[in-house]
């Protein structure tokens, strides 16, 4: 398996993008990381859960990845019958616990830690990997990684199965890329772990972009080697191959400027 990002770095025109380190959210068939400054935070397993607020990718508690986990619990404010936001301490901590029983499916009593405020419309319900992901990305602001760039994020997805299913599955993680908006990051990428001849196809990236509302960045001024974290310690290198990445530039040029959202 290769990594190859379409285009898929918007780099400053300025020096200031050398001192500061890229911020990734590496999506796997198993789990989810935020990755920056040549490490990342601790993997967030997950499962496809359907309950009563629709299908979900629900966190797991794992010692490795060949434990088959239990489920965690949060605390969700709820509206209108469906879920509205994850709770957070005054430190920016999730209310949340492993479930009891076989596979952590009976809920926690997380209600208590809430005695001293208002518990209507609070609900135990498992927890979102997105919102455990978006309360990562939040940790990297101010002393959390100062080195960290603020604005552009880059979403590293493995490709597998056929061209729809996982168009389907980019358009699942849509929440995701609304919380990175939200936690301040205006510029989304996308890179992709896959073969060389899939990686290499420009309409796919562009079909990708498309089915979620984003336009693609503009192409980089200058080739670049980036360093993507794995939680077997190797570490993944964009890869040099000139003339593919050089017929795809051209292609892109033709292309609109980056969408910026407030």
Known sequence: MTI??????????????????????????????????GGHLPDVFYTMQLD???????????????????????LYTEKNGMLDSAIEDENGKLYKSVGG?????IPPPLKEKLKLRDSENVVVAPLSAFDEIAVDLKSLKGDGCPLCDRVKITFVLELYGDRKSFIRRLQSYEPLFQQAREAGFSVINFALICDEISCGDLSLFLEMFQSVGLEPPPPPKKTKLLHLPSTNGNVLRLLEQKNNIDKVLKDIEKLGTTKNFQ
């Open 4 to 37: 190859l990002a379409f285009v898929c770095y918007a780099y400053s025109e300025d020096d200031a993008w050398d001192e500061t380190f890229p911020v990734y959210v590496n999506i796997t068939k198993k789990y989810m990381n935020v990755g920056a400054e």
């Open 52 to 74: 009563r607020y629709g299908s979900r990718y629900v966190s797991l508690d794992k010692e490795n990845e060949g434990d088959p986990g239990r489920i965690v619990w949060a």
């Open 101 to 105: 029983g076989t596979g952590g499916r």
